[in-house]
Nanobody, 114 residues
């Protein structure tokens, strides 16, 4: 069974930066799409950003210009660089690898204090 292992969450002040990483626990074929989602209590999980194997990216409007998603295909790792963080970015962040499979990370808490 493949697990996605996330790292980099924690507590940061508003305006600060944080970098999340997510890697597969064992060697897998590179997923066509890697992405980051986030969820707050009582709300549905929402898409934050995705990146295709060719480097095409998508960002939610709420993070455009502040967050950057990148990937290392050789390491099957995806990153999320988060700058100018706001308290409303506080959430549990999940990574996801899709196509031809669908794997989720266990989630990492990001807390932005005002």
């Amino acid at each position: 069974q493949v697990q996605l292992v996330e790292s980099g969450g924690g507590l940061v002040q508003a305006g600060g930066s944080m970098r999340l990483s997510c890697a597969a626990s064992r060697s897998i074929s590179s997923p066509n799409v890697m992405g980051w989602y986030r969820q707050t209590p009582g709300n549905q999980r929402e898409l934050v950003a995705t990146i295709t194997i060719r480097g095409g990216t998508y960002y939610a409007d709420s993070v455009k210009g502040r967050f950057t998603i990148t990937r290392d295909n050789a390491k099957n790792t995806v990153y999320l660089q988060m700058n100018s963080l706001k308290p409303e970015d506080t959430a549990v962040y999940y990574c996801r690898f899709t196509a031809p499979y669908d794997y989720w990370g266990q989630g990492t808490q990001v807390t932005v204090s005002s």
